[in-house]
C-alpha cells in the first residue's frame, strides 16, 4: 500500500509542480510522476534534515519544500532533454 500511495503522492506532487511553472512542459505522465515522486521523497528528507520531523496530519512545510524540489526536477529534465516549454 506504501508504493500505491507514493505513486499517487508522485502524481499530485508532480502535477503541482508544473503548474506552478511558466508555461507548458512536453514530458509525459510518466515522467510527471517519477519527478514527482523524487520531489517528494527529496522534501521530505530535506524536511526531516531541517527538524521537521514526523508531525501528524497535513504539513504544509514539507508539501511545499517536495513542490519547489519537484518544479526544479521538472526544469532540470526539460533542459536536458530538450523538452523546453512549449509557448
Not at 6 to 35: D, E, H, M, Y
Request: glycine share 18%; no cysteine.
Amino acid at each position: 500500500m506504501e508504493i500505491i500511495g507514493l505513486i499517487i503522492f508522485g502524481a499530485v506532487i508532480g502535477a503541482l509542480a508544473r503548474l506552478v511553472l511558466p508555461g507548458k512542459q512536453n514530458i509525459s505522465l510518466l515522467v510527471t510522476i517519477v519527478l514527482g515522486v523524487l520531489g517528494a521523497l527529496a522534501g521530505y528528507y530535506i524536511w526531516g534534515a531541517l527538524g521537521g520531523g514526523d508531525t501528524r496530519g497535513f504539513d504544509v512545510i514539507r508539501w511545499i519544500i517536495s513542490i519547489v524540489v519537484a518544479a526544479l526536477l521538472v526544469s532540470l529534465y526539460a533542459g536536458l532533454t530538450g523538452r523546453g516549454r512549449r509557448v
